[in-house]
């Protein structure tokens, strides 16, 4: 079972970015959909970027297209997460998970692994 790592997640004033990083130990991200979720105090988690196992597609939630990007390197087996103009409503603990297919990352089935999570609050 690969193991996730975030990290890059801290305080950005609103209008900021943001690249979060998911390491991956024990397997490859390339063999499996990666995807980014986030979970704000009182909300259910919500998934809001996701990766096809082959790198080609992606998805993104409405709440953060065109101001995010998910892309992924290969050689550093490392998944990222770049956000811009962020608001204070993404403030949120990020989570990368790893599934076995697309559909089930996008239907929050992951039945791979997650990371520990990173918090990204955004405030002024």
């Known amino acids: 079972q690969v193991q996730l790592v975030e990290s890059g997640g801290g305080l950005v004033q609103p209008g900021g970015s943001l690249s979060l990083s998911c390491a991956a130990s024990?397997?490859?991200?390339?063999?499996?959909?990666m995807g980014w979720f986030r979970q704000a105090p009182g909300k259910e988690r919500e998934v809001i970027a996701a990766?096809?196992?082959?790198?080609?597609?992606?998805w993104y939630a409405e709440s953060v297209r065109g101001r995010s990007t998910i892309s992924r390197d290969n050689a550093k087996n490392t998944v990222y997460l770049q956000m811009n103009k962020l608001k204070t409503v993404d403030t949120a603990v990020y989570s990368c998970?790893?599934?076995?297919?697309?559909?089930?990352?996008?239907?929050?089935?992951?039945?791979?692994?997650w990371g520990q999570g990173t918090q990204v609050t955004v405030s002024s």
């Open positions: 998970a790893a599934a076995s297919n697309f559909a089930r990352l996008l239907a929050r089935d992951v039945d791979g692994s």
């Open positions: 024990g397997g490859s991200v390339t063999g499996y959909a």
């Open positions: 990766l096809t196992k082959n790198g080609e597609s992606t």
